[in-house]
Each structure stands twice: as C-alpha cells, then as structure tokens.
C-alpha cells in the first residue's frame, strides 16, 4: 500500500511567521506532488504542484521536492489568520491519475 | 472554463437506505473522474476512479458502488447505507498531471 505520512499538528505559528510543513512518501517511482489547503467544513483546493527537485515559489508559497529522501515540504511565509486550515500533501501513484493523499496537518496562525 | 458540480451539499439517511450521489462536469471532454470519502478528522481515501464511459475501477470493498452513464457524469449509490457510510464525499476530476485534481464542493452523509 502506497503512503503519505504528516504531521497531525496542530502547528501554531504567530501571524507573520513562516509555517513550515512537511511530507514523506513510500512510493519511490512518484514523479507528481501536490499540496491542497481544506478549510473546515470545505472541499480541498489546489494550492501548488512539483514536479523537479529543488524548490518552486508562488507568491507567499514554497514547495521543496527532495525524491532521494522521499519528501516533500510546503513553506507560508509571512503567515496570515486566512492561512489557518488543514494542509493535505497529495501523491501521484499508478497509472491512472491517482493520488493518493496524506491525512494533512492542521495549521493555526494566531494574530 | 471549467467546473463540477456535486449534490446534495448535506443529507441525513436512516441505516438501510438506498443513496444516489450525482457529480457533473462542464467544460472538458473525458475527463478522469473519482470519488472520495472523507471520515471525521481523517484523510481522503479514494473510493473509485474512472477513465470513460462505463470503465469503473474500485479501490477498496465496502458498500458502495460507481457508474459512469455519460462522459461528464458519475454517480456513486449504495443499495443499503451501514452507519459506517457517514462522511464527506468528494468527487474530482483531472485531465492531465500538470493540474492535479479539481474537488466539487462535496456532500455530508449522515447515517442515522
């Protein structure tokens, strides 16, 4: 069984700060990762892919992709009260557009 | 540009019951569809995929099932809804693995 494994949380940072969360994954042939942001009650949206290691920026966003360690990380900089959500780190496995999603980590930015 | 649709956004059904969940897309052609659960507090588990009309692949037994009768529609039923069917079902689509996958706003099952 393919996996991804985070950090429950909650991770409390003040506002302004900048949120680190992280990912690791056990399917060593995965060349797509994504991360979704799902607020309470929500639907989860896209909020960045990687593809390539190293790091890719959006905005206040930050995905790093390491494949030989197998993990994948999301920086928020200069963190907001919006940004409080649950984070799910999503992995592309199979043939056929699977992800397969880690339970993500609850964020909590306090002003 | 492209949307899905999903409904009913809640429902409350007693243990038993037969359950209809319909998921629609507009705006591109053969899309993959999927569904999900998502129990309280947990993560998403992939119920089933679909790459076309009437090719339903399932990812886990349980109490559910899919069909696929038009290009842009998937339906999730189940014949008798067990208490452990609660959750918040998703359904997504994808066309290509530059985008991910696109969620609709999902359904809330209770079973009571």
């Given at each position: 069984?393919?996996?991804?494994?985070q950090?429950?949380?909650?991770?409390?940072?003040?506002?302004?700060a900048?949120?680190?969360?992280?990912c690791?994954y056990?399917d060593r042939g995965?060349q797509?990762f994504?991360?979704?942001?799902?607020?309470s009650?929500k639907?989860?949206?896209?909020?960045m892919?990687?593809?390539?290691?190293?790091?890719?920026e959006d905005?206040?966003f930050t995905?790093?992709?390491n494949k030989?360690?197998?993990?994948?990380?999301l920086l928020?900089?200069?963190?907001?009260?919006?940004?409080?959500?649950?984070?799910?780190?999503?992995?592309?496995?199979?043939?056929y557009n699977?992800?397969?999603?880690?339970?993500g980590?609850?964020?909590?930015v306090?002003? | 540009?492209?949307t899905?649709?999903?409904?009913p956004?809640?429902?409350v059904?007693?243990?038993?019951?037969?359950?209809?969940?319909e998921?629609t897309?507009?705006?591109?052609s053969?899309p993959?569809?999927?569904?999900y659960?998502?129990a309280?507090g947990?993560?998403?588990?992939?119920?089933?995929?679909?790459?076309g009309?009437?090719?339903i692949?399932?990812e886990?037994p349980?109490n559910?099932s899919?069909?696929?009768?038009?290009?842009?529609?998937f339906?999730?039923?189940s014949?008798?809804?067990l208490?452990?069917?609660?959750?918040?079902?998703l359904?997504?689509?994808s066309v290509?693995?530059?985008?991910?996958?696109t969620?609709g706003s999902g359904?809330?099952?209770t079973?009571v």
């Open positions: 069984q393919k996996e991804v494994e950090n429950s949380g909650p991770l409390s940072v003040p506002e302004g900048i949120a680190s969360l992280n690791t056990s995965s797509s994504f991360w979704y942001r799902q607020y009650g639907s989860p949206e896209l909020i892919s990687i593809y390539s290691n190293g790091d890719k905005g206040r995905a790093q992709l030989a360690s197998q993990y994948v990380s928020i900089r200069d963190s907001q009260p919006s940004d409080s959500a649950t984070y799910l780190c999503a992995v592309l496995s199979g043939g699977k992800l397969i999603f880690g339970a980590t609850r964020l909590a306090h002003p | 540009s492209q899905i649709h999903q409904w956004a809640t429902l059904q007693p243990v038993g019951s037969p359950l209809s969940l998921c897309v507009e705006g591109t053969n993959n569809l999927y569904w659960r998502q309280a947990r993560g998403l588990q992939l119920l089933f995929y679909s790459v009309i009437g090719q692949s399932s886990v349980q559910l899919a069909s696929r009768p038009q290009d842009r529609q339906i999730l039923s014949k008798k809804l208490l452990s069917d609660s959750g918040f079902y359904c997504a689509w290509g693995l530059s985008y991910g996958y969620f359904t809330r099952l079973v």
